[in-house]
């Protein structure tokens, strides 16, 4: 599995512990270890630039993801091919400010927010209320798996 991480914002981010989370969230979902992943943390004016681009929102967001092969969670008998996942486009500076408001940690919030993103780049969304239930089912899942794990590490 080839994870890429760039961090073209100002901000210091453990980079080991999200690529480590998306290891563990790709895994969960059975996507292939030929799959390629990309993750990019950007500042406020890029974000933003890019929230205008392709929602047509105004102002910087939390996280945007771009698939690009549209692959789709896969199973323990069959994972998904092998294939691009596509991008993730994380703002750390959005993330902090949520982080806060949320009581824990900017590192918390990244983690959510990259598992949130992947599971966009698999084809879950939230937009009706039993998506919702099923998608943020599945993020608090994988982030509690992930905890387990790192608290035996």
Same mark, same amino acid.
């Given at each position: *599995? ?6 073209? +914002? ?7 512990? $999200?690529? =480590?989370?998306?290891?563990?969230? $790709?895994?969960? *979902?059975?996507? +292939?270890?030929?799959? /390629? ?12 630039? !890019?929230?205008?681009?392709?929602? /047509?929102?105004?102002? %910087?967001?939390?996280? !945007?993801?771009?698939? *690009? #092969?549209? @692959? &789709? ?7 998904? %091919?092998?294939? !691009? !996942? ?10 902090? +400010? ?9 590192? #918390?919030?990244? $983690? @959510? ?5 992947? $599971?966009?780049?698999?084809?879950? #969304? ?6 919702? &239930?099923? *998608?943020?089912?599945?993020? &608090? #899942?994988?982030? @509690? ?5 790192? &608290? =035996?590490?």
């Amino acid at each position: *599995m080839s994870i890429e991480f760039n961090n073209e +914002s100002a901000v210091q981010i453990d980079e080991a512990a $999200l690529l =480590r989370l998306a290891e563990f969230a $790709l895994s969960a *979902m059975h996507v +292939s270890a030929e799959a /390629d992943l990309n993750i990019v943390a950007v500042d406020e004016a890029a974000m933003e630039q !890019l929230h205008v681009q392709w929602m /047509d929102e105004p102002g %910087p967001t939390d996280v !945007l993801s771009f698939p *690009m #092969d549209e @692959l &789709r969670p896969g199973t323990p008998e069959q994972p998904t %091919p092998a294939g !691009l !996942l596509g991008d993730i486009v994380l703002c750390p500076q959005v993330a902090e +400010s949520q982080a806060e408001t949320a009581g824990h940690s900017t590192l #918390d919030e990244l $983690l @959510l927010l990259t598992t949130h993103g992947i $599971l966009h780049l698999l084809g879950y #969304d939230h937009a009706e209320p039993e998506e919702k &239930r099923e *998608m943020f089912g599945i993020q &608090r #899942d994988i982030l @509690l798996g992930f905890h387990v794990q790192e &608290r =035996r590490s």
